[in-house]
């Protein structure tokens, strides 16, 4: 039997990711890390920052995201995100452009905890990528 | 009749006007494809936020305590109309069309009593509507400075609107812009995103059953304002195409119709000098005769 499954990555401009040979995705959960193999039960769940790893016949990746949605379903497995990078061909500069401002925004006292947490976390993920 | 001085000048200025409709026209059409693009890869993303959030809606069974941006204040009283437009001009009928629905739109709500606020974006909207809804207009929003219509952008105008709703300004929110069809049609949309309109038949693809993490509710109210300004996204990656394939076909019906005054001036200035020549040749001859 084979334990493929399609994943798709999309960001608000366009599809970022066509792949139908996925073993397992690792993704950053709300309430942590999910692995998703195939007939998995159905799924709708949110993304905090951090990496997103899929395991594939035809390779491995891994990805940051700042945000997103997963929905897994009929062994599909959607991703909505609304920003994405490959670990491959990251732009150091670009982390901590976004590591920068995200350290300004946790400077803001009017944040509620929920945003310090995941402004903590997002800090914490680009600080081992970087 | 005019000069052949001053129809030689009327043609070189028609002439030159027909270059300037010619060059954006074939700039429309490059930037038109980009933008078609762009719309058409945007879909997915929209199309499967959607899909996720009838799925979750369906599920949800207190209604009653859903999040507000579902279900709507209960009042019906005050709306907010976001007008979408261009922010440059020279692009046919386009502005034009969706300030036409919109302010219909407007007179209903006006003559129904209730309460009307405007949120304009785009600079040729709020030129268009300043003079008799100037009062109404609560904020006006452009983005003259980015070059492609990108995500940030909808998001800024998303959590303006998502901020103003909490604040209970306004309890039904209405956005207005032209959606793409093809090159000579583009059609105005007028679409309700607060509270949010779920059609009956989508309604009914939402028997599976899920599991969420976290509680369904949770979800539900992080991922419709998310929703929110990713219908505006779309409405502006709608909107951008729909401009520059009006401005496309509005620049081609100029170059035509400079060429046809082109060729009327020019059949005009050549009887004139023809004239001309014919009267100066028999003041000639009649004036050999008269020898």
């Known amino acids: 039997m084979s334990e493929e499954y399609s994943l798709e990555i999309v960001n608000p401009e366009k599809s970022f990711l066509l792949k139908d040979d996925v073993t397992e995705v690792v993704v950053p959960a709300y309430e942590g890390e999910i692995g998703i193999l195939k007939d998995h039960i159905s799924i709708i769940s949110f993304l905090k920052p951090g990496i997103i790893k899929v395991f594939s016949k035809s390779g491995d990746d891994s990805y940051y995201v700042n945000d997103g949605i997963i929905e897994f379903k009929n062994n599909n497995l959607s991703i909505l995100t609304s920003l994405i990078l490959n670990l491959k061909d990251i732009d150091k500069g670009k982390i901590s452009e976004i590591q920068k401002s995200a350290e300004e925004e946790l400077g803001n006292s009017e944040i509620s905890d929920q945003e310090k947490y995941l402004l903590d976390q997002k800090i914490e993920v680009l600080k081992s990528i970087n | ?291």
């Open chain 2, 1 to 291: 009749m005019a000069s052949l001085d001053d129809l030689k000048k009327r043609i070189s200025s028609v002439k030159s006007t027909q270059k300037i409709t010619k060059a954006m026209k074939m700039v429309a059409a490059a930037k038109l494809r980009r933008a078609q693009e762009s719309a058409e890869k945007g879909r997915p993303y929209s199309d499967k936020m959607n899909n996720i959030i009838l799925n979750l809606s369906g599920g949800i069974s207190d209604i009653e305590n859903a999040p507000k941006l579902l279900s709507g204040t209960g009042e019906d009283k005050i709306h907010l109309c976001v007008v979408m437009t261009s922010d440059r001009g020279l692009c046919g009928g386009f502005n034009t069309n969706i300030i036409k629905k919109a302010k219909l739109y407007f007179q209903k709500i006006l003559d129904e009593g209730k309460i009307l606020k405007i949120i304009t974006v785009g600079t040729k909207g709020y030129d268009q509507l300043k003079r008799v809804y100037g009062d109404n207009i609560i904020e006006r929003i452009s983005f003259k400075e980015s070059k492609n219509v990108n995500y940030f952008d909808a998001d800024k105008v998303g959590k303006t609107v998502i901020e103003k709703f909490e604040n209970k300004e306004f309890d039904v929110c209405v956005i207005f812009y032209n959606q793409f069809k093809n090159v000579i049609t583009q059609i105005p949309q007028e679409q309700q995103i607060i509270p949010l309109k779920t059609t009956d038949e989508e309604t009914n693809s939402s028997d599976d059953n899920y599991e969420f993490e976290p509680e369904e509710d949770e979800i539900l109210s992080n991922l419709l304002p998310k929703n929110i300004s990713t219908q505006i996204f779309k409405a502006m990656l709608e909107n951008s195409a729909s401009e520059q394939g009006s401005r496309m076909s509005a620049m081609d019906n100029a170059t035509r119709n400079a060429g046809e005054m082109v060729d009327k001036l020019t059949i005009e200035y050549n009887r004139s000098r023809q004239a001309a020549i014919t009267k100066e040749l028999i003041e000639i001859i009649s004036g050999a005769e008269s020898l």
